[in-house]
């Protein structure tokens, strides 16, 4: 059973910065490429980013050079540190996990990112 737990969450001005963790419990956490999707009210959940296994990344034009995603596959642990933060990145923030192996998909609960003044 792969579980995923976020946190880091909260709220923060325009122009600050947040980091988001996600605590994988997984039995072979390299395997797994992981990711960060977004929701906000009333839209689809869309991708943020995403870093494979052997620290390859990609991400949304939206976050583009404010957003980073990294990995640490001994702690078994995915970060999202989010610079320069602005109003439309409000959202709730979730974890993603799929292995190379099969076509499962994985979710975290989520955390709650406000940016407001």
């Known amino acids: 059973q792969v579980q995923l737990v976020e946190s880091g969450g909260g709220l923060v001005q325009p122009g600050g910065s947040l980091r988001l963790s996600c605590a994988a419990s997984?039995?072979?956490?390299?395997?797994?490429?992981m990711a960060w999707y977004r929701q906000a009210p009333g839209k689809q959940r869309d991708l943020v980013a995403t870093?494979?296994?052997?620290?390859?990344?990609n991400y949304a034009d939206s976050v583009k050079g404010r957003f980073t995603i990294s990995r640490i596959n001994a702690g078994k642990m995915v970060y999202l540190q989010m610079n320069s933060l602005k109003p439309e990145d409000t959202a709730i923030y979730y974890c993603?996990?799929?292995?190379?192996?099969?076509?499962?998909?994985?979710w975290g609960q989520g955390t709650q990112v406000t940016v407001s003044s």
């Open positions: 993603n996990a799929r292995p190379v192996t099969n076509k499962n998909t994985y």
């Open positions: 870093i494979t296994s052997t620290g390859s990344t």
């Open positions: 997984v039995i072979n956490f390299s395997i797994y490429t």
